[in-house]
């Protein structure tokens, strides 16, 4: 819903994927207008660092942002 709700997205693209035997990869990305200055670190983007994942967010202002978020695999 962020998409939508802050970046009027109207289309949203979602992949997750094994990256070898690693890690989880998902990776976001919509077609709203991006950001021109980074986000404040929600409650979402802190759950990921307490997970033991990192995350990548960037804004392809004016069309989109992309999220990269890896979870290390046991």
């Known amino acids: 819903t962020n998409s939508s709700r802050h970046g009027a997205a109207r289309r949203v693209r979602i992949d997750l994927d094994l990256d070898g035997a690693a890690y989880l990869t998902l990776n976001i990305t919509d077609d709203g207008h991006g950001f021109s200055a980074p986000p ?35």
């Open 40 to 74: 404040l670190q929600g409650m979402g983007l802190t759950g990921i660092t307490v997970t033991g994942g990192t995350w990548h967010l960037t804004s392809n202002s004016p069309r989109g942002a992309h999220l990269k978020v890896m979870w290390p695999l046991p």
